[in-house]
């Protein structure tokens, strides 16, 4: 009779949880762009933009059209649990009268004793109230059980496409890293971002890697850092794939400077985060500092390298796009002059935003980090920058369509010439250069 008891309401509240959890899986998404929404309205990042474009009503309306929604579900959701409960909590009483019917008809047939009839009820009362308890436990780690069982989903699947803890060590010396027709297509996408793609970095060399936008070279830099596994093709350090080595071993070995850096929270640690394990005073980065030209905007701050960045702070500073990049770059130099192992320097776009003249000395500096340890692969736009590469790649979507040097790309009159003659018309006087129409060579893919 206890079991009768606590069955319905065991089954109410299973039911009630697992109506929760489809609710949350589906409105996840609407949580979120809530959120979304309400910092949008409220960031700094956003603020000009909320303001000039009087973004707020447009903002506001949509943030009130989403609440109401998600107002309707908890609503649909509160009814739902009442009836549930209301079922669950029926039948649990049924149960209860049933069992005292039960004992009245004992006592009355002279089964029971009035005395072992009083001690049944505070039995049937306490043992109804402990095994509802025990129910109740039992259904919330069922609860949980559901999100935990998601959470070793995601984990697997992170797993699957990471490169394994505990590989082997990479080799002290590799002389060259090799892509080999590497393929890598991101998970919601139908056409691959890399495309068969082989190349060659030698130690001590610099590459570039130019194409038009979305041609896949940020995905290289991330397939070549170790970042994302490629799903077909091998990427060798030395003789050793890269799949079978150890991650923070691989990571170690690679400098990277993406086109998104991140924006640490004061001035030193912008640099010092290049390599955080290693102890360093102002004195030990200045180098790095110097490295970047980024010792006037350092001299500039309030309390040079000690300053606050982060403007959620009491007396922080504010940088430019520039100023940033130039701290990009000194945290860059950090990373690579603290390490004496055969590695990889990568700078994806590291100098969109910089100054004519910032621009050419970043170039020539960037060039001069390639050491008989280093290789530097360099991506950019800019394709003044790309002319004294050793070697230039030329990506079109996620396929190396073109390499060579600067004069042999230009004598093949291809998609680089047409890239480099199309900016070398926008400087020079009208009528000297030739404005490049489509590319003269046939697209080998
Ligand atoms: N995380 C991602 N998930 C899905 N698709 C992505 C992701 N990152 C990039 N892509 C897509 O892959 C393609 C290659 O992107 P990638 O960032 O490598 O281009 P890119 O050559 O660096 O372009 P840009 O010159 O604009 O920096 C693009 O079509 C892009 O939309
Ligand atoms: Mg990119």
């Known amino acids: 009779m206890l079991v009768l008891i606590a069955a319905p309401r065991g089954w109410g509240a299973m039911r009630v949880a697992q109506e929760r959890y489809v609710s949350v899986m589906t409105w996840v998404e609407h949580v979120r762009a809530g959120r979304l929404i309400g910092n949008l309205l409220t960031e700094r990042t956003a603020a000009q933009e909320v303001r000039i474009h009087a973004v707020g009503p447009f903002l506001l309306s949509r943030y009130e059209r989403m609440a109401e929604s998600a107002e309707a579900e908890q609503e649909r959701l509160a009814t739902g649990k009442a009836v549930t409960e209301w079922v669950a909590a029926g039948l649990s009483g049924l149960a209860m009268a049933a069992t005292y019917a039960a004992m009245f008809w004992l006592i009355m ?25 025990l129910v109740m436990n039992v259904n919330q780690l069922h609860e949980e059980s559901l999100y935990v069982r998601d959470h070793s989903r995601f984990l697997d699947e992170a797993a699957r496409r990471t490169i394994p803890r505990g590989g082997d060590p990479v080799p002290a010396r590799v002389r060259q890293v090799v892509l080999n027709r590497v393929g890598y297509r991101y998970p919601d996408r139908e056409a691959p971002a890399l495309d068969e793609v082989s190349l060659t970095l030698p ?7 130019v194409g038009e936008n979305g041609s896949g070279k940020s995905t290289l830099m991330k397939v070549l850092s170790g970042l994302l596994l490629p799903q077909s093709g091998t990427v060798l350090w030395g003789e050793a794939d890269l799949a079978s080595l150890d991650r923070s071993e691989v990571f170690d070995r690679v400098a990277l400077l993406t086109q998104d850096f991140e924006r640490w929270p004061a001035a030193a640690l912008n640099i010092r985060i290049g390599r955080p394990a290693r102890a360093a005073g102002a004195e030990d980065l200045q180098p790095s500092v110097d490295y970047a030209g980024a010792g006037p905007v350092i001299a500039k701050l309030p309390d ?6 982060a403007r959620m702070f009491r007396g922080a500073s504010e940088l430019s796009g520039g100023e940033w990049q130039k701290i990009g770059l000194a945290r860059t130099h950090w990373r690579s002059s603290t390490s004496d192992a055969d590695g990889v320097l990568i700078v994806d776009e590291p100098t969109s935003a910089l100054d004519p003249e910032a621009e050419i000395t970043a170039f020539d500096r960037i060039r001069r980090l390639a050491a008989p340890n280093r290789a530097v692969v360099l991506v950019t736009h800019r394709m003044s920058g790309v002319r004294h590469a050793d070697r230039i790649h030329v990506l079109h979507q996620g396929r190396l369509v073109e390499h060579g040097s600067h004069e042999e790309l230009m004598a093949a009159r291809g998609r680089y010439a047409a890239m480099f003659e199309a900016q070398a018309a926008q400087y020079a006087p009208a009528g000297t250069v030739p404005r490049p129409g489509s590319p003269a060579v046939a697209d080998p893919a």
């Not at 040079?304 to 960045?309: A, E, I, Q, T, Y």
């Open 109 to 133: 047939s002279g089964h029971m004793s009035l005395a072992v009839a009083g001690t049944a009820v505070i039995a049937v009362r306490s043992g109804s109230a402990s095994l509802g308890a």
């Open 203 to 209: 130690m001590g060399s610099v590459t570039a890697v």
């Open 304 to 309: 040079g390298l000690r300053s606050l960045l």
